[in-house]
């Protein structure tokens, strides 16, 4: 028990002895030690059992400690990572340093060198998750804000919705807020108590996917080292929200299907058959009648999807609500870093209204952000406003000449994105974190729309 209070480290490292020396150590001062004997043992573990802190060394055979941070990093980039290695260079330690590893350790260890290390990693991954915990206690409110005609329908249908167990399809632009609606369907619900299952499809590799959702059995495949549930099985008894459901393929599609159908599946590996029961609540941003044609989606699974639609207007389409909004954002930005209330003033309040948000809710809630951490007023004005321009003036001349919603969509999104990469130096990292993204997800759609660097700044 005295372990688990202080942290669940990981250590990597294919030096049977250094393992023993680590474990020796860690454990003496209270914390539970994990071990791996290369980087895709590491991986696993990392994926599977999130510890609080990672010790990595630096050479192994297989993958290498840098390739191991790289794929942390990707995994989740607030475990800290302390490198270790047998050979220290300045070289190799500002290497990692930039790849995100939190500090560099020669061997063999020091006890008290490691130790202060650590404790200052784990108290630092508590603070980021306190500070995760905290938005979330924030923004699970971000319910729908606005007096819209529009917004009024919306929260109608979902009163309606709600109640019932159908399922639900949400479409609508990215950025919109499909995934507020599907959590006040939830709340709504008979199953607002338990838990609330959200799925990414575009941000999963599709070789992963069908792991995720179906979870999978010990030795199913390289690194499966112990049972691990899935996305349906966790969510069992409350609500599974499959967003960007139009990126799965058609082949998890079909098994998508069968849960649907049954409520039954077998774990990847298994052959044990697992029964649950979800509510089903899918998003997507694209044409599914279209992609039906093309035969990207199947048929039967649109039906079963399509019990109950809801079209989430983007928000140039309820310009009224923006002043709401912002004023909304603006405290909830406000409580969550500890700062004074601030107004905006009516000169910011007409500059909101009058730019098109082909980012829709979430640009607006970025850039809202953005001045509250950034301005040292009390009242917002137009000064405190970062450039619009460059994104609304490249839309312009593109958009005139858009016959359906398909192209302007994607227009739309590609010059956003573009835009937004361009202003952080092409930084994927910092880009998908401004517009509240996962990394993976942003470089699949920069695939998708064919953005590529350029030299400009």
């Given at each position: 028990?005295?372990?688990?209070?202080?942290?669940?480290?990981?250590?990597?490292?294919?030096?049977?002895?250094?393992?023993?020396?680590?474990?020796?150590?860690?454990?003496?001062?209270?914390?539970?030690?994990?071990?791996?004997?290369?980087?895709?043992?590491?991986?696993?573990?990392?994926?599977?059992?999130?510890?609080?802190?990672?010790?990595?060394?630096?050479?192994?055979?297989?993958?290498?400690?840098?390739?191991?941070?790289?794929?942390?990093?990707?995994?989740?980039?607030?475990?800290?990572?302390?490198?270790?290695?047998?050979?220290?260079?300045?070289?190799?330690?500002?290497?990692?340093?930039?790849?995100?590893?939190?500090?560099?350790?020669?061997?063999?260890?020091?006890?008290?060198?490691?130790?202060?290390?650590?404790?200052?990693?784990?108290?630092?991954?508590?603070?980021?998750?306190?500070?995760?915990?905290?938005?979330?206690?924030?923004?699970?409110?971000?319910?729908?804000?606005?007096?819209?005609?529009?917004?009024?329908?919306?929260?109608?249908?979902?009163?309606?919705?709600?109640?019932?167990?159908?399922?639900?399809?949400?479409?609508?632009?990215?950025g919109v807020g499909k995934g507020v609606v599907a959590r006040a369907i939830h709340r709504e619900s008979r199953r607002g108590a338990a838990r609330f299952v959200e799925v990414s499809c575009a941000a999963i590799p599709d070789d992963l996917i069908e792991s995720e959702l179906l979870g999978y059995e010990k030795g199913a495949f390289s690194g499966a080292l112990a049972r691990k549930p899935g996305r349906f099985e966790l969510a069992d008894g409350g609500t599974i929200f499959l967003d960007e459901i139009g990126d799965m393929s058609p082949r998890v599609q079909a098994k998508v299907?069968?849960?649907?159908?049954?409520?039954?599946?077998?774990?990847?590996?298994?052959?044990?058959?697992?029964?649950?029961?979800?509510?089903?609540?899918?998003?997507?941003?694209?044409?599914?009648?279209?992609?039906?044609?093309?035969?990207?989606?199947?048929?039967?699974?649109?039906?079963?999807?399509?019990?109950?639609?809801?079209?989430?207007?983007?928000?140039?389409?309820?310009?009224?609500?923006?002043?709401?909004?912002?004023?909304?954002?603006?405290?909830?930005?406000?409580?969550?870093?500890?700062?004074?209330?601030?107004?905006?003033?009516?000169?910011?309040?007409?500059?909101?209204?009058?730019?098109?948000?082909?980012?829709?809710?979430?640009?607006?809630?970025?850039?809202?952000?953005?001045?509250?951490?950034?301005?040292?007023?009390?009242?917002?004005?137009?000064?405190?406003?970062?450039?619009?321009?460059?994104?609304?003036?490249?839309?312009?001349?593109?958009?005139?000449?858009?016959?359906?919603?398909?192209?302007?969509?994607?227009?739309?999104?590609?010059?956003?994105?573009?835009?937004?990469?361009?202003?952080?130096?092409?930084?994927?990292?910092?880009?998908?974190?401004?517009?509240?993204?996962?990394?993976?997800?942003?470089?699949?759609?920069?695939?998708?729309?064919?953005?590529?660097?350029?030299?400009?700044?």
């Open positions: 028990m005295v372990g688990e209070a202080k942290g669940r480290i990981l250590v990597i490292d294919d030096d049977r002895d250094i393992r023993k020396i680590l474990r020796t150590i860690l454990e003496y001062d209270g914390y539970t030690v994990l071990e791996a004997v290369d980087g895709r043992e590491g991986l696993a573990r990392v994926r599977d059992e999130w510890p609080d802190a990672v010790l990595l060394d630096i050479k192994m055979a297989g993958l290498d400690g840098v390739e191991v941070l790289r794929h942390i990093r990707d995994t989740d980039p607030d475990i800290p990572v302390v490198m270790l290695s047998g050979h220290g260079t300045v070289a190799t330690a500002i290497e990692t340093t930039k790849l995100g590893a939190f500090d560099f350790l020669e061997k063999p260890p020091d006890r008290d060198k490691i130790l202060v290390i650590i404790r200052n990693a784990v108290a630092n991954r508590r603070l980021a998750r306190e500070k995760l915990a905290l938005e979330r206690t924030l923004t699970k409110g971000f319910t729908l804000v606005g007096e819209s005609p529009a917004i009024k329908e919306l929260a109608a249908t979902i009163s309606r919705v709600g109640p019932t167990d159908a399922k639900v399809l949400i479409t609508g632009e990215n299907l069968r849960v649907l159908e049954s409520g039954e599946f077998e774990r990847v590996g298994g052959t044990e058959t697992v029964k649950v029961d979800v509510r089903l609540i899918a998003a997507t941003n694209q044409d599914i009648k279209a992609m039906i044609k093309s035969g990207t989606f199947r048929e039967d699974l649109y039906y079963r999807l399509n019990v109950v639609v809801i079209d989430v207007p983007p928000l140039r389409k309820r310009r009224e609500d923006i002043p709401i909004l912002a004023r909304y954002f603006l405290n909830v930005y406000c409580e969550l870093y500890g700062l004074r209330p601030k107004l905006v003033d009516d000169g910011l309040v007409q500059e909101l209204t009058a730019y098109a948000w082909p980012g829709n809710v979430r640009e607006l809630r970025n850039i809202v952000e953005r001045m509250v951490i950034t301005s040292r007023r009390d009242t917002l004005t137009r000064e405190d406003l970062p450039p619009l321009t460059e994104v609304a003036g490249e839309l312009a001349s593109e958009l005139a000449g858009t016959e359906t919603y398909e192209e302007f969509r994607r227009i739309s999104e590609k010059r956003f994105l573009t835009a937004r990469l361009r202003a952080n130096k092409w930084n994927i990292s910092k880009t998908a974190q401004e517009l509240g993204m996962q990394r993976g997800n942003l470089y699949i759609k920069m695939k998708k729309l064919g953005i590529e660097p350029d030299e400009r700044t």
